[in-house]
């Protein structure tokens, strides 16, 4: 018999291990062994056995952190997109080969287990996924970080396309997501919302307010855990669900008033129904703010209850605990934490207000004046009586402090103002309290301190800094691109699994034709893979030796795929024109979803099906380009469409995007960005040099210097562009898209062309016909992509996650 190598009987006895721990967990759950069980029942038990481990290393970590007092960080957004769970929390415990091989032996693809899991339905785009990529990394790096959200029932929607339009279903991803979330009903809270504020004066004198004759939500706490890649830590995501106190009427029940008795409860819970409603009404408006409060409110008081049961004081709060805003959602942190620390522990206005300001941080994720959040007054004062009484003591003091900076100057303070023209802005709010105020990129950042928070910034300079966004690169790389993983451990090591700036020492097979030839193989094969998918979902064949050109977001008009897709119908025409022409075949590929309430960006999906469905149907054109747009776009298609990119669209008008992260998901995967030098897009191309992007376009400052001069898009339309605008109209696509070509030549709709498509069409063309000469030069563009790859270290989530912690949270 031969001698066993020792490595390979710790694997045998791993996964014979964690068989045996599966099959108790199946007779414990369902009373079958792991060779009888259905393949549904395998999945939950898998996922149980999972969260039981992480339960349990969280419990050891909470254990540590307490014997040594360490300071706690409290994430709060709106949005977590954190994608499946199963094979990201295998892998991050290292136990994903011994699971694959132990199922292996009873005939089970652990594959087809990851497929049965939906995405948690906790998020829509580059913020959520921001906050996931944030609690991974700082999981890993072993800093005690609690993120804090809503355990939306149905998500944001699933996304079908009928007739070229974008319909919403619900998305019920807890059918099999629950298994990951653990409620605790014993810690639900009680969350105040209407009512009247009453004051007095106490027997000893001291001021009293208390909120009476309001409705209460009851909120339930479910953590879902989060694992770190190769750490003794795990966290949790505290996500909370909305109900009444006493669910059931049973007086009307009794009367015969069915409807009625359920009816309450019924509205209780639309708080944490859906996330993102419609509010293009006064209900979602309403409804939207529920949410908001619920989740600040239900936070803060676990916060606090957490940190008293500690320290029996609330003196040293900014000490130990750092609190979070992620974007202006949670922004009512503010005013809250103010209410529980006055109107429930007894605190004067003074000590709250510096507990308060050096407690909390903010994260602004947006230059864009219209998505910072303002909330009517007397929606605000009806459903948060309390609430807008201190927002308005807060603006008072606020006034009375700038006047003093700023004297006489009431524009400037007007502008400042927390409460002004019947709104409270939930963004000077943070400015007024936050000690740390930080962008997501450099250019953002600059915009910040010098354009829209720069009279704030004057006040206190020191208080904003930049922290460029980072991306969870082990799930975006290392679990998302195996092939490429395996390839990268054999030539340059395994230390880039730990540190991502490793990553670099791929820059020694630069030009090394071997190793070019290498990913060039790699990424074919991920092309096949994406190619099967579409061939699936899509009925369209694509051909994996064409250029993959990908664009997948959030559909919003400053990202602008409607420029994207003018583009494609332009080398329609040239293909038209000139049928036998020598063409590299290109692949368009669009994922995205629009706000169910946003009528332009759902005009670009149809533009985009439409057009999609008159080019793959041309003999004429069809070999040489096909436009594919793939519905309901979320994390785990992400993830197989990433590693197959050749290109990546990062296009936005220039001084709009605050940083994107897509682009360096698609960077580290060997995928060239075309872009403006817009958002992290300035970073990439510090990083990779001129000669490994496609730039055009406007800069930042001279598209505001065109806003200054005065804009008019008819001064830049191109013959090219416009005999393609004229398709729009003419009904050639099946359809007419009138409303699109007003949007950008008139003013019929507001200002013409609000995010520069016509003015930068010309340079953005240029920079595609470059991108088809370097695609035509293996060697050249083989070197772009291997560059991309050993220079995408930077923007791992470890550095900004390390970053927050030295300089926002203070953390040892």
Same mark, same amino acid.
């Given at each position: 018999m031969k001698n066993s190598n020792p490595k390979d009987l710790v694997e045998v006895q791993a996964y014979s291990d964690l068989m045996q721990e599966l099959n108790a967990t199946l007779r414990r759950l369902f009373g079958v062994e792991l060779k009888d069980a259905a393949e549904k029942q395998i999945y939950r038990a898998l996922c149980i056995l999972v969260r039981n481990r992480l339960t349990e290393k969280n419990n050891r970590f909470n254990k540590r952190c307490k014997e040594n007092q360490t300071k706690e960080v409290y994430y709060m957004s709106m949005e977590f997109l954190v994608g499946t769970n199963l094979r990201n929390n295998l892998y991050n415990l290292g136990i994903e080969e011994a699971c694959r091989e132990g199922l292996a032996q009873y005939g089970i693809n652990v594959d087809e287990l990851y497929a049965l899991e939906p995405d948690a339905g906790l998020g829509n785009g580059g913020l959520g996924r921001l906050a996931s990529c944030y609690m991974d990394a700082a999981t890993g790096m072993g800093y005690s970080v609690t993120g804090f959200s809503i355990r939306y029932e149905f998500g944001?929607?699933?996304?079908?396309?009928?007739?070229?339009?974008?319909?919403?279903?619900?998305?019920?991803?807890?059918?099999?997501?629950?298994?990951?979330?653990?409620?605790?009903?014993?810690?639900?809270?009680?969350?105040?919302?209407?009512?009247?504020v009453q004051e007095w004066v106490d027997e000893t004198g001291k001021f009293r307010v208390a909120q009476v004759g309001y409705n209460a939500v009851t909120a339930v706490p479910h953590d879902m855990f989060i694992s770190g890649y190769d750490s003794e830590s795990a966290n949790r995501l505290i996500l909370w669900s909305a109900k009444l106190p006493q669910s059931f009427d049973m007086a009307a029940f009794s009367h015969g008033d069915y409807v009625r008795a359920l009816e309450q409860n019924a509205m209780a819970e639309t708080i944490s129904k859906v996330l993102y409603p419609a509010d293009d009404h006064i209900q979602g408006k309403r409804l939207r703010l529920k949410q908001q409060y619920l989740l600040v409110s239900a936070s803060l008081q676990s916060i606090l209850r957490r940190h008293f049961k500690k320290y029996h004081t609330y003196d040293n709060l900014a000490d130990k605990v750092a609190i979070h805003i992620n974007d202006t959602h949670p922004a009512l942190c503010v005013p809250e934490l103010m209410r529980l620390l006055m109107d429930e522990q007894g605190y004067g206005w003074d000590e709250a207000w510096a507990i308060t300001c050096k407690t909390l941080s903010y994260t602004n994720h947006t230059v864009m004046s219209e998505a910072l959040e303002r909330w009517n007054v007397d929606l605000f004062r009806e459903q948060l009586p309390r609430v807008y009484s201190i927002c308005q003591e807060i603006n008072r003091r606020l006034i009375e402090h700038l006047n003093t900076v700023y004297p006489g100057d009431w524009g400037k303070i007007d502008y400042m103002a927390v409460i002004a023209n019947n709104e409270i802005r939930m963004?000077?709010?943070?400015?007024?309290?936050?000690?740390?105020?930080?962008?997501?990129?450099?250019?953002?950042t600059d915009i910040l301190r010098n354009g829209i928070f720069r009279d704030y910034c004057k006040l206190a300079p020191e208080s904003f800094i930049n922290v460029t966004n980072g991306i969870a690169y082990r799930r975006w790389l290392c679990q998302s691109n195996p092939l490429l993983t395996e390839y990268l451990t054999d030539i340059i090591g395994d230390g880039f699994k730990r540190d991502a700036q490793e990553l670099e020492k791929l820059l020694r097979y630069h030009d090394d034709a071997t190793v070019l030839q290498n990913l060039r193989q790699i990424k074919r094969q991920n092309k096949v893979r994406l190619a099967n998918l579409i061939a699936k979902r899509n009925g369209i064949r694509v051909d994996p030796d064409s250029i993959f050109d990908i664009q997948i977001k959030r559909l919003h008009e400053y990202k602008r795929q409607l420029l994207n897709i003018l583009h494609v119908l332009h080398l329609y025409c040239q293909i038209k024109d000139k049928p036998k022409g020598d063409y590299v075949p290109r692949t368009f590929i669009f994922a995205a979803k629009a706000s169910a309430g946003y009528i332009r960006a759902k005009q670009i999906i149809s533009l985009i099906c439409a057009v999609s469905n008159f080019i793959n149907n041309d003999p004429d054109v069809r070999d040489k380009l096909k436009v594919v747009f793939i519905e309901d776009y979320k994390v785990s298609l992400a993830e197989i469409i990433i590693p197959a990119a050749d290109i990546s669209e990062q296009i936005s008008v220039a001084g709009k995007?605050?940083?994107?992260?897509?682009?360096?998901?698609?960077?580290?995967?060997?995928?060239?960005?075309?872009?403006?030098?817009?958002?992290?897009?300035?970073?990439?191309?510090?990083?990779?040099? +001129?000669?490994?992007?496609?730039?055009?376009?406007?800069?930042?400052?001279?598209?505001?210097?065109?806003?200054?001069?005065?804009?008019?898009?008819?001064?830049f339309l191109t013959p090219e562009l416009r005999r393609v605008l004229d398709m729009l109209t003419s009904g050639v696509l099946g359809q007419r898209f009138?409303?699109?070509?007003?949007?950008?030549?008139?003013?019929?709709?507001?200002?013409?062309?609000?995010?520069?498509?016509?003015?930068?069409?010309? +340079?953005?063309?240029?920079?595609?016909?470059?991108?088809?000469?370097?695609?035509?030069?293996?060697?050249?563009?083989?070197?772009?992509?291997?560059?991309n790859i050993a220079k995408a270290g930077l923007f791992s989530s470890d550095r900004a996650v390390e970053e927050y912690a030295r300089n926002i949270w203070y953390l040892k």
């Open positions: 944001i929607f699933r996304q079908k396309i009928v007739d070229g339009w974008q319909m919403e279903f619900p998305d019920n991803w807890l059918e099999m997501g629950d298994v990951w979330l653990r409620p605790r009903q014993d810690d639900a809270v009680e969350v105040k919302f209407g009512g009247q963004a000077n709010l943070c400015l007024a309290a936050c000690h740390k105020v930080n962008g997501v990129s450099m250019l953002h995007e605050a940083s994107g992260t897509g682009n360096m998901k698609l960077m580290i995967n060997g995928a060239v960005t075309v872009g403006t030098l817009d958002g992290a897009n300035v970073e990439i191309h510090q990083q990779v040099g +001129d000669e490994n992007i496609f730039l055009f376009g406007m800069k930042a400052h001279e598209t505001e210097e065109l806003w200054q001069r005065g804009y008019n898009p008819n001064e009138d409303d699109l070509v007003s949007c950008l030549l008139t003013n019929r709709f507001g200002t013409a062309d609000p995010y520069m498509t016509v003015a930068d069409f010309a +340079d953005y063309a240029r920079a595609h016909r470059d991108i088809e000469e370097t695609y035509r030069n293996e060697r050249k563009f083989g070197n772009m992509s291997l560059t």
